[in-house]
């Protein structure tokens, strides 16, 4: 027996809306007799890169129609500076999910403009038109969109990716995702070199053309990592990394979800998948998972400190990742950045940092648990009469960036998230590098000496603000704070210094950046967090 979705009110669904399904005897005001209709733009731009547009239509299978006409309209200080058409000729669509990039040349060098989608189709010889989406309750207003006038801020042999993504193999009664090819195309736009698909475990398991019937033989699993090795032979200057969000039991019994990197292995996890009647059991707890991956594959606790719904808890048992969670062997580290600054970051934040303290050499990685949703989140909102809109968790939003020696590739994605030699950010980027060492960072290092000297770099652009506080943080095991080694207010767009660090026992060392709300382009500030570099004292020799 399916789940009743509608009774899950405060579910978060954060993939494009799939507004077909309905429970029997509920009544659905976002049904319709059309495919779903959707289109989606980077939030952001490379210089030099023209406009994606990517269109999706969904459930075409069911309710076939004539994409008669696509016209694009970009404004640009509310004056209309292009206008185009993006169709040669009309589309029968009849697939259960097709796709479309089309581009446009950008209009102006850069600044923020707003593009407007105008998608008219003829279905039983009637003819309708949609800006943007055909939702019912939608907004349907035109997309915000910065042309960049600088690249995102980066080091030599540096790769900014996506941690945490879904795909259209995450489809089920209430969403669905961006294939991945269109994933690869928008993110390159927005800067990116890698991107993370950790589709949902009990998503996984599906049959390919029925998410209400699982199949043992896991034709989407196997399925997915076909299309990620073509999908990466066909481009070898991005790198899709496969990987899975596992459904598993906390130290509590309740479902938490893990991500697990480089693993060849499909494990089950479908305790909070809504799929079955108040079986709410996943079939492995973190530990099983953590003991029986390979020993290649990296693991992760995904948004570790998201508050969790009251109705997810009592009906689908979710839970947080505990403490004790956190402290097990084989987890690499965590997840506190997931697209949005709100308490979940913040109270992940300090966690990552108590973990520091009590000597666990615990990672961090960044993502948005993006379903698509490049440039506006769209989700099902009380189910099934609206759909809820925002700005954030947008595909590449909150960026993970890795110092890679080699040529790039899924195994030096994979390498460079074991060796934690990568920072966090939504904009500015920093380094910390031992003086006088060759290679391209410390970050994630181990290093010995009594007295150390670190060359600190910092990068940010006029898109993310002048950097208003650089720091660098020592600590040690059993300190309850962190230790302020460098702070440096209000340093322009770039800074390089070298510290100097005595070490007398083993601690940690890890910087930090905050730019300036006032002068970066949204008004917000922007941070950047490095991992760790560990430090030991050099072992005094004694005479025999």
Known sequence: MSFPFEILLGLPFFLYAETHYRFRYFFSLLKKSEPELIADIPHRIEPGQVIPILLLAKDADKYPCMLKHVRVTVRYNESIVATQDLLEKPIELRDRLWWRILKISRPVTQGQVECDVTMTIERRGKTRVYHNDNHITSSRK?????????????FPHFYLGDAHTHSDY??????????????RELSKAIGLSFFCVTDHSYDLDDRMDNYLENDRSLPKWNDLRAA??????????????????ISCRNSKGQNVHL??????????????????????????????????KEGRAIAFAAHVREKVPFLQQLL?????????????????GLQFANGNMNDGFLVGYQAWKKLLLHGRPVLTIAGNDAHGNFNRFRQIGFPFFKVVERDNQLF??????????????????????????????????????????????????????????????????????QIERLSVFRGARGNTEEEVMFSRDNAGFKL???????????????????????????????????????????????NA
């Open 259 to 292: 991500l697990l990197y480089g693993n060849s292995r499909f494990f089950h996890g479908s305790g909070d998948g809504a799929e079955k009647w108040l079986r709410t059991k996943s079939e492995y707890s973190v530990s099983d998972v953590l003991r029986q």
């Open 396 to 465: 590449g939003q909150m960026r993970t960036g890795l110092f890679v020696e080699k040529p790039f590739s899924e195994k030096h994605v994979l390498d460079a998230f074991g060796l934690g030699s990568f920072i966090i950010t939504d904009g500015p980027v920093v380094n910390l590098r031992r003086k006088g060492e060759a290679g391209l960072t410390s970050i994630g290092q181990t290093i010995t000496g009594s007295k150390l000297r670190f060359q600190l770099s910092a990068l940010s652009t006029k898109e993310f603000g």
């Open 228 to 245: 990620v090795r073509t999908a990466n032979r066909k481009d070898g200057h991005f790198v899709i990394v496969p990987g899975e969000e």
């Open 142 to 154: 035109p997309f915000t969109v910065f042309l960049s006038g600088n690249p995102l801020p980066r």
């Open 170 to 183: 995450t489809s089920d009664q209430v969403e669905f995702g961006s294939p991945l090819e269109a994933s």
């Open 496 to 542: 390089n210094a070298t510290i100097s660090l005595p070490v007398k026992e083993a601690c940690y060392i890890r910087a930090e950046l905050f730019t300036s709300a006032n002068s970066s382009v949204d008004a917000k500030s922007h941070f950047c967090y490095s991992n760790p570099v560990w430090l030991h004292p050099r072992k005094k020799l004694t």
């Open 316 to 332: 689908l048992r979710r839970g947080r990742w505990q403490e004790d969670d956190l402290k097990l062997e084989g987890l690499a």
